[in-house]
T-cell receptor, first 114, second 115 residues
């Protein structure tokens, strides 16, 4: 079975600064997808960024980028120029290649301080 | 963009009654939908995978007879919590996988409170 581990239950960052959220996973598969989702107080899950395991290039989406280390099974999220609206729970997720199951980490609560 | 609608967003019921939650993909077809349960300040726990036209696949420890899932069309899956009890109170979230590109979209969630 796949496991996704987020070792930082809570983090804080000053507005405009950069923060990195950690995620490691365990799998025997070679093809899969990795995601970061944001869950604000509204509880709606919002896709932040996704990475296909077969791609070596790290995904980027505006202020969000990942550091994908396939051999180390690590998938960290970097948020640059943090904004107050980034305050939320962030979940790392793993999706099997055949889209059969979707596993979530335990989440990291990010507080962006003014 | 693609939207997944869940209804109701909030429901309160008496112990022993059954509650149905709908998950609908509004502008795309989804052969596969997923149902999750989320306790306060915790992660999403996959309950079952719902496949259109076939039986749902339940995760270990999830009671099939307690949480009935029906996926009657390519845009609708329902979760029925049968004979609900206070311990079933939780936040239930569905997600739908778009058939065209495999993209996954989440519903807004449904908060169930059983008195």
């Amino acid at each position: 079975a796949q496991t996704v581990t987020q070792s930082q239950p809570e983090m804080s960052v000053q507005e405009a600064e950069t923060v990195t959220l950690s995620c490691t996973y365990d799998t025997s598969e070679s093809n899969y997808y990795l995601f970061w989702y944001k869950q604000p107080p509204s509880r709606q899950m919002i896709l932040v960024i996704r990475q296909e395991a077969y791609k070596q290039q790290n995904a980027t989406e505006n202020r969000f980028s990942v550091n994908f280390q396939k051999a180390a099974k690590s998938f960290s999220l970097k948020i640059s120029d943090s904004q107050l609206g980034d305050t939320a729970m962030y979940f790392c997720a793993f999706l099997q290649y055949n889209f059969n199951k979707f596993y979530f980490g335990s989440g990291t609560k990010l507080n962006v301080k003014p | 963009g693609a939207v997944v609608s869940q209804h109701p967003s909030w429901v309160i019921c008496k112990s022993g009654t059954s509650v149905k939650i709908e998950c609908r993909s509004l502008d795309f077809q989804a052969t596969t939908m997923f149902w999750y349960r989320q306790f306060p300040k915790q992660s999403l726990m996959l309950m079952a995978t719902s496949n259109e036209g076939s039986k749902a696949t339940y995760e270990q420890g999830v009671e099939k007879d307690k949480f009935l899932i029906n996926h009657a069309s390519l845009t609708l899956s329902t979760l029925t919590v049968t004979s609900a009890h206070p311990e079933d109170s939780s936040f239930y979230i569905c997600s739908a996988r778009e058939d065209l590109n495999g993209e996954l979209f989440f519903g807004e969630g449904s908060r169930l409170t059983v008195l």
